[in-house]
């Protein structure tokens, strides 16, 4: 009963992905109850054919009370076809499933990443590397799983009940004695049933765990081998490790056991069962022959509910942890804005504020305002807030106080699909997908032809070298891609955010991995920009600030400064400084470019 309650309510929360396959499970139903019977004429037929070879007479079955005579070519025939019936059943309850779980595979996937896709950057964000990919595999594949299951118990439970029907009707005596021990052994089973259900629980959140450490372990290869793999290092993939094969052992060791109890026990009650037909008696030996067959054929359906049972406690837990993931998406979705736009004037924060946390905020009173063709730079010292700054900007977060407007409305108002048109956005630490160069540029935007990427790569500077790759545009470039330098992955990427003309663009040191000369180039192409685009700048180096008409000094989260370059050399202290010991550095032949923060 606990089982089926929980079922019920895994069922609830991912029952809604899978209206598709309700008509399924009907037929499902339908064709096990009728193989259930078919399986259970057929066996009483084979016993009274083996008495009718035995004493060389005709057939005499008893179906339903009824004693029918049969010759022997008739039997024989009737007997091919009711297991020729019975395999096509069996075969069709054996598809249905594999394709209502298939189905559901792919329903369940298009589910979570769209709901991934749809949700808001802060619950993405907040999300462990690796997370989302253990979710999309491991959960998805055991909740389709749990849908074979689930029909398993149903096919096997109505066949179960099929042909204990047919034994009550031979043998009410020895059915009555199944029904009653079989009912017992599933409620005595329960308790072991209810701790696999627990032990799965933990490894489903372990498993979680070792993927996201198992995505570290891929996302660090170089720093492994540059510092190499220390005892300490080791040592915490390893706990992952244990951590895992405790309640692994512990799953496969309840798997195992519950049903092979079940199949002993079972057996017991078979020779139990056959006693009480001894003692009763039933009718004649060929009735006796057919119930021996019958119940044998229903404790082995039963033994295949309570496995088919066990493996559904085993697998509840990465139902629920779908769930999750997708309620914890869906719940916390983008802003779609309402209102149309098609131009940016100017963008303007007015007492801004925002806190990762309640009671802690990272920016406040932040206030500004930037006309359309201006360059502005964003210098700081680290953990100033201006990562956070450029998110309220890219609208990847909302202001927890003040107000974020663009030509004079706020910002959240504008129409989500209008706004990604408009702004774009170079990181610093760039990322290009497994594809060709063309389609990293274009990155599935379907509105930027061939001549726009080109126009684009020329534009960041990085066209004669995509020509000198080994199929040009067409050459395969991914995350770890060694056809492509650090400054030329950049660059495809910068060209990425050129590629569909922007009125907003943010880089974050967009020439932090480039030489002397590529960044001279970049900077007379974001040069260019002006008049055209608003352009911010994170800066961590002076050499980058040449182009911007002003800069933002951003200071223990607030605006510490905004001005030339010229007049922020006297007027803000930490400009000041930072001017200064990049003169002296320079003087000395040190560092051309020291680091801002």
């Known amino acids: 009963m606990t089982t089926l309650k929980a079922s019920v309510a895994a069922w609830r929360r991912v029952g809604p992905f899978f209206t598709r396959s309700r008509g399924k499970i009907v037929l499902i139903a339908v064709a096990s109850v009728a193989a259930g019977l078919f399986e259970a004429a057929l066996l009483t037929l084979i016993a009274a054919l083996a008495l009718a070879l035995a004493e060389s007479r005709d057939v005499q079955v008893d179906l339903l009370g009824l004693q029918v005579a049969l010759n022997l070519p008739l039997a024989l025939g009737l007997g091919i076809l009711l297991a020729l019936l019975r395999g096509a059943l069996q075969l069709w309850v054996a598809y249905l499933p594999a394709v209502m779980s298939g189905q559901a595979m792919v329903d369940l996937r298009t589910r979570l990443f769209d709901a991934f896709v749809g949700a808001a950057w802060p619950s993405k964000s907040a999300e462990r590397d690796g997370g989302f990919q253990s979710v999309m595999l491991n959960q998805v594949r055991a909740t389709s799983e749990t849908i074979i299951l ?200 007015s007492g801004v504020g925002f806190g990762y946390d309640r009671g802690s905020e990272v920016l406040h009173d932040v206030s500004f305002s930037v006309k359309m063709g201006e360059i502005v730079g964003i210098v700081g010292p680290s953990g100033a807030g201006k990562s956070t700054l450029v998110q309220l900007l890219l609208r990847l977060r909302e202001p927890t106080s003040g107000t974020y407007s663009v030509n004079g409305k706020p910002a959240a108002d504008i129409d989500r699909a209008d706004w990604r048109r408009m702004v774009t956005y170079v990181p610093q630490s760039p990322q290009l997908f497994y594809g060709s160069v063309r389609e990293n540029i274009r990155f599935f935007r379907d509105d930027i032809d061939d001549a726009a990427v080109e126009d684009a790569a020329r534009r960041a500077h990085i066209h004669e070298d995509i020509l000198r790759l080994p199929d040009g545009y067409d050459t395969i470039v991914g995350a770890r891609a060694s056809l492509v330098s650090g400054g030329q992955r950049q660059r495809i990427c910068l060209a990425r955010a050129l590629a569909a003309r922007p009125a907003i663009m943010i880089l974050d040191e967009p020439t932090s991995a480039l030489d002397v000369k590529s960044e001279e180039s970049v900077q007379a192409t974001l040069h260019d920009l002006a008049g055209d685009a608003v352009v911010f700048l994170v800066a961590h180096r002076l050499s980058t600030l040449a182009i911007c008409d002003r800069v933002m000094v951003v200071a223990d989260g607030t605006i510490a400064g905004f001005d030339s370059a010229e007049n922020l050399r006297h007027d803000n202290h930490y400009f000041k400084e930072v001017s200064e010991i990049s003169g002296r550095a320079a003087s000395q032949g040190g560092p051309r470019r020291p680091a801002l923060g």
């Open 150 to 349: 689930i029909a398993g118990v149903i096919s096997s439970g109505l066949m179960f009940l099929s042909l204990l029907a047919s034994a009550v009707v031979m043998s009410p005596p020895a059915a009555a004695v199944i029904t009653v021990v079989s009912l017992a052994l599933f409620a005595v089973l329960r308790p072991l049933s209810r701790s696999l259900r627990r032990a799965s629980t933990v490894l489903s959140s372990e498993n979680i765990e070792y993927a996201k450490t198992t995505q570290e372990v891929a996302a660090l290869a170089e720093e492994t081998e540059v510092f190499g793999a220390t005892p300490a290092y080791r040592e915490r993939f390893y706990a992952q490790l244990r951590a895992v094969q405790q309640p692994f052992q512990r799953v496969r060791y309840l798997s195992g056991a519950v049903p092979a109890l079940y199949q002993s026990v079972a057996l017991l009650v078979l020779v139990i069962a056959l006693g009480v037909v001894a003692l009763l008696g039933a009718g004649n030996i060929a009735t006796l022959g057919a119930v021996v067959l019958i119940l044998i054929r229903a404790v082995t359906y039963g033994q295949r509910v309570q496995g088919a049972i066990t493996s559904v406690d085993e697998k509840l837990p990465f139902v629920h942890h779908l769930a999750d993931a997708i309620e914890r998406y869906e719940s916390r979705p983008q802003s779609p804005g309402h209102e149309a736009a098609d131009h940016i004037g100017d963008l303007t924060m």
